[in-house]
Each structure stands twice: as structure tokens, then as C-alpha cells.
């Protein structure tokens, strides 16, 4: 259950965040294509369905606009992702950051989901 969480995470971030692909310069290595990408999905996927909260839409409703928008942008740019994947798959620097990035996520993740989200809502 929880690879599947982690998957659709990095799932919603990469994708949200290729809608900003074109602001990325060209000359970049793919490595920082990728931390551009990853990082300004997460900055989306966080902030729109906290940002809706306040407007009264809870977030197991609002996050089916991310998970939806993010697949949006993979399904448009479905033809390059096998050649992205080659590409990032070969590069060792990439291949070790999405290690820290999982290790991240399920070392800061084992609490909430040990404990349940009801019991840690506020300990933050």
C-alpha cells in the first residue's frame, strides 16, 4: 500500500511538473530536468489542495484534480517518456537521487502511517 502511495506521489509530481518543461533551458543536463520537473509538481501538488482547503474542498476530493492533471501532461508527452526513461534510467546521478528521494519520503512517512493520520493530525 505504501509503494503505491510513493508511486503515486512521484507519479503527480513528475507529471504536474512537466507542465513547466518549456521554462527549463535547453542546456540543462537531465538530471536537473528532472529535479525542476519533480520539484515544481511537488510545489503544485501541495500547495493546490492545500490552497482548496480554505476554500472548503477537502483534499480527498482535491486531489483527484492533481492526480488527474498529472496524467494529463504524461499522456501528451506519452511518445518522449520511453525516451526520457532510457536516458534517465543510464544516468547513475539521477538513479541515486531517486533513492534519497524514496528514502525521504519513507523515513518522514513511517510515522504518519504508523500512527494513523487521525492520531498525528496537529503533532507537526
Given amino acids: 500500500m505504501l509503494l503505491w502511495q ?22 540543462f543536463s537531465p538530471l536537473n530536468k ?5 520539484l515544481s509538481g511537488l ?11 480554505y476554500l472548503g474542498v477537502p483534499v480527498r476530493i482535491s486531489a483527484w484534480f492533481v492526480l488527474g492533471a498529472a496524467l494529463v501532461q504524461m499522456w501528451f508527452c ?18 541515486i537521487l531517486t533513492a534519497v528521494i524514496l528514502l525521504t519520503i519513507v523515513f518522514h512517512g513511517a ?4 500512527q494513523g493520520l487521525e492520531r498525528y493530525y496537529g503533532k507537526g
Fill in 78 to 95: 506519452r511518445h518522449r517518456i520511453v525516451v526520457w526513461t532510457r536516458s534517465l534510467c543510464s544516468n547513475i546521478d539521477i538513479r
Fill in 43 to 53: 510545489f503544485l501538488v501541495v500547495l493546490i489542495p492545500q490552497n482548496l482547503v
Fill in 6 to 27: 510513493l508511486l503515486a506521489l512521484f507519479v503527480c509530481c513528475l507529471g504536474a511538473g512537466l507542465a513547466f518543461r518549456f521554462l527549463i533551458p535547453k542546456e
Fill in 111 to 114: 510515522v504518519p502511517v504508523q
Fill in 34 to 38: 528532472v529535479l525542476f520537473s519533480l
